[in-house]
């Protein structure tokens, strides 16, 4: 995992008193009983979104599945080089994240 991009996960979750990043060597976020974020082992970053945030997403960025130990994780956006060096859009999208899982029935 590429150093730098889990500084900047860490720097950004930190921002949000909402999110505890978890999990040793797969860093995630999660509430509700649901994962809403997630770092794979190559080091890239997913983002649980719902299908309207999605299609906003993919207007913008291009929305790439997010592929983690081979398995694409359904909902997960990829989040893109130009955007980890966003940290106030990054916070934006963890925090659509976040309410999208609240939104669920609770796990």
């Given at each position: 995992m590429r150093e730098e991009i889990l500084q900047l996960y860490d720097k950004v979750v930190e921002a949000n008193p909402n999110?505890?990043?978890?999990?040793?060597?797969?860093?995630?976020?999660?509430?509700?009983?649901?994962?809403?974020?997630l770092l794979n082992k190559d080091g890239e970053l997913g983002i649980r979104l719902s299908k309207e945030d999605t299609v906003k997403f993919d207007e913008t960025y291009g929305a790439k599945p997010f592929i983690s130990y081979g398995a694409t994780m359904r909902e997960y956006v990829l989040i893109p080089e130009s955007l980890l060096e966003d940290e106030e859009t990054l916070g934006k999208y963890l925090k659509k994240g976040f309410e999208y899982v609240m939104s669920l029935s609770p796990k």
């Open positions: 999110f505890v990043r978890k999990g040793k060597t797969m860093p995630y976020t999660s509430a509700n009983g649901y994962m809403f974020s």
